[in-house]
């Protein structure tokens, strides 16, 4: 029991001689809390706003694969149609360039809706970012 008494003493004597030691923060632990709440509150709203845009590229991937699903048996028909080599050739030809057009157009909106995602998501970070900016400046004078 003694070496437990004299054990507990050195303890609390070290402590109180660390706790002498430690120089206060040289920040507000407050205003550091509020910025981790604002960056964690952007952080949800871009993923939020990246869902909504995977949302937005998956129905437009669905309804372009439909649209080339709907080309496919369209195109199948017309080679059935064909009645001498040049026929299939025009029909292939009228596919081929049907295909490459409507895959350019989709692709490009498929980086229009990217882009727009980014923009949504990043106007939060910008004004985050300047708010944090103006507080550090503030607080530097």
Known sequence: MAQTQARQHRQKAASKAGA??????????????TFNGRNLEVAMRMGQ????????INQEFMRFM????????????????????????????????????????NTNRMLGIAA????????DVEHVVTDIAKATEEAAR
């Open 20 to 33: 002498a030691r430690m120089a206060p923060p040289p920040f507000d632990v407050g205003d550091i809390s």
């Open 49 to 56: 706003a990246m869902f909504d845009g995977m949302a937005t």
């Open 66 to 105: 439909g649209e080339r699903l709907q080309e496919d048996m369209r195109t199948a028909r017309s080679f059935a149609d064909c009645r001498h080599p040049s026929e299939f050739v025009d029909a292939e030809l009228r596919f081929m360039q049907t295909c490459v057009q409507q895959y350019a157009e």
């Open 116 to 123: 727009e995602v980014m923009r949504n998501g990043m106007d």
